[in-house]
């Protein structure tokens, strides 16, 4: 009894690699190193074992897919880059590693608070990639970003993200998520802003 289902399992593993060879001969050249490729052996009617050949190869990410957070700015007429964030601090206050800070700057002047941070920082290695601070951001200032290739040698040189490196535009988050972007949040921003005019009106 024993030896049969040695056999039988031996029996399985034989075939699954003749059929991976199978497939690859049927898929010919495209079936590597192009998006088709790598569709067709995704395909659950495909036999055999399925190999992507990364870093040659990457699967494509779903648009709700989700990793470290992003600040996203307007660019306005004259090139100027203005973030939406406002330094609230929800995003902070509702983050469950606590993994983000935020310095509020205040007006020289005054002495009172001015709508735009001076420092934030998120500490990518502490960040679990929930989303709740994209999630909760009244301003729609921080979103969840698809790079997930940051891998360094430095932690604390490297994963410490400042405003440099969290600032990425509008047309960036309108490109990585064109159906949540078209379809909600940039008909949502246009309703707000026809609004605000007609109450400044």
Not at 122 to 143: H, W, Y
Not at 145 to 154: L, M, N, Q, S, W
Not at 182 to 193: F, Q
Request: hydrophobic fraction near 35%.
């Amino acid at each position: 009894m024993t030896g049969l289902a040695i056999l039988r399992g031996l029996w399985i593993t034989l075939k699954r690699l003749i059929m991976t060879y199978v497939e690859d001969f049927k898929g010919g050249k495209n079936r590597y190193y192009t998006s088709e490729g790598i569709e067709a052996r995704r395909d659950y009617r495909v036999r055999g074992a399925i190999t992507i050949q990364y870093p040659e190869e990457k699967l494509p990410v779903p648009e709700r897919f989700r990793y470290v957070p992003f600040l996203v700015y307007d660019e306005t007429p004259d090139g100027e880059r203005k973030l939406r964030c406002t330094s609230c601090g929800i995003c902070a206050r509702v983050c469950p590693p606590q993994c983000i800070w935020i310095v509020r700057g205040t007006d020289a002047n005054t002495g009172k608070p001015i709508p735009t941070p001076l420092a934030f920082y998120i500490d990518v290695d502490v960040c679990m990639n929930c989303g709740m601070c994209a999630e909760f951001c009244p301003f729609d200032s921080i979103k969840m970003d698809h790079d997930y290739e940051i891998a360094t040698y430095d932690r604390f040189a490297h994963h410490i993200f400042d405003l440099e490196k969290l600032a990425k535009s509008a047309a960036y988050y309108a490109k990585i998520r064109p159906t949540d972007y078209a379809a909600e949040e940039a008909v949502r921003r246009e309703k707000a802003a026809k609004a605000a005019q007609k109450t400044e009106a």
